[in-house]
């Protein structure tokens, strides 16, 4: 079974950078044929879809994320990392990692053959 969990660090400052790793078990990463998103959360608003990374690498972000988001492979570990250089207060959420087989640009929705992880709370607070 596919398995995704996300990791990082649970407070950072505003305007510093956020640095978040997918952990990926039951599928390589390299040779299964999914895309990895990245989406979170905010306290009182809905989830949003920040951006994706092929199996093949190719990447998409959301349009206002774009300048200052990278989600990259780490074949070798596994792993799916974002990095979301300057952080607002505003974008305090749970972030979440989440596996699909189908690449569909803005998607927050879970069909039956995802795999979400349990997601990761970030507070970005001095």
């Known amino acids: 079974q596919v398995q995704v969990q996300e990791s990082g660090p649970g407070l950072v400052k505003p305007w510093q950078t956020l640095s978040l790793t997918c952990t990926v078990s039951g599928v390589s990463i390299a040779t299964g044929l999914y895309y990895w998103s990245w989406i979170r959360q905010s306290p009182g608003k809905g989830l949003e879809w920040m951006g994706v990374?092929?199996?093949?690498?190719?990447?998409y972000y959301a349009p206002h994320l774009k300048s200052r988001t990278s989600i990259a492979r780490d074949l070798s570990k596994n792993q799916i990392t974002l990095q979301l250089l300057s952080v607002a207060p505003e974008e305090t959420a749970v972030y979440y990692c989440a596996a699909s087989k189908r690449l569909i640009l803005g998607a927050t929705t879970r069909e039956l053959d995802d795999h979400w992880g349990q997601g990761t709370q970030v507070t970005v607070s001095s």
């Open positions: 990374i092929s199996y093949s690498g190719s990447t």
